[in-house]
């Protein structure tokens, strides 16, 4: 007698089941290895407007413009007796960034039109650096250590020699004739957190040059500067 149609549906059914659960689908899987760097970075850039004090004519001539590349020329004016004020002073904001341990170091050239022991010298123009600033959205925090005597027109860095009568910046690195070849001014840790290079945040700090008017001997001097950040 022949089954009836339900019961065969049935059975299909049942098959159907047992052939799903004894033939298990294909599999099959893939990778992907990828590397990368990250380099040392380290850059120097203008903080900002340069500030110059106590000079008789002269100007600024390429003012600093914030987070563009440090190119500034300072014609400090008069540095006879004829000024009578105290220093002529110029401050120029740096700033630095880094994602690596950071040295910054300068160097200086002074020359003069003057033949005698009476012109200007490197000596005679003093240096040191600011406070150094570590604030802003991404800048990491850590202690600077500052190789000059800050600033140097204070008390404690400079005075008239006794026996010469010419006024001289006497601490540790507190004029150019310091700086003849690349030396250290400044030195710390990272500056910057994992931020994008578009966060304009950084370290920064005033480079502060002074001379004191005096009876130099006429004619004209050149002072050239220059900074370099590097991560050893």
Avoid: H, W
């Amino acid at each position: 007698m022949p089954r009836p149609k339900t019961l065969n549906l049935i059975f299909l059914t049942m098959l159907l089941m047992v052939s799903a659960l004894t033939c298990p689908g294909q599999s099959t899987s893939g990778t992907v290895t990828m590397s990368a760097t990250v380099s040392k970075f380290v850059e120097i850039n203008s903080g900002g407007s340069v500030t110059l004090t106590g000079n008789s004519g002269g100007g600024v001539t390429t003012d600093g413009v914030a987070n563009s590349p440090l190119a500034v020329s300072i014609n400090l004016g008069e540095l006879g007796p004829s000024n009578t004020n105290s220093f002529v002073t110029a401050s120029v904001p740096l700033k630095l960034r880094s994602n690596a341990a950071y040295v910054l170091s300068m160097s200086a050239t002074v020359t003069s039109s003057g033949t005698s022991g009476s012109r200007i010298g490197a000596a005679d123009v003093g240096f040191g650096l600011g406070t150094v600033s570590r604030t802003g959205l991404g800048v990491n925090a850590g202690a600077d250590t500052n190789a000059t005597s800050g600033d140097p027109t204070l008390a404690a860095n400079g005075s008239v020699n006794g026996t010469t009568g010419r006024y001289e910046f006497t601490a540790v690195r507190s004029n150019l004739n310091a700086f003849s070849s690349s030396t250290t001014a400044l030195s710390g840790p990272i500056i910057m957190n994992a931020v994008p290079r578009s966060n304009a945040n950084g370290l920064t700090v005033p480079a502060m040059f002074a001379v004191k008017p005096q009876f130099f001997e006429n004619g004209t001097t050149t002072i050239s500067v220059t900074f370099t950040v590097t991560a050893p």
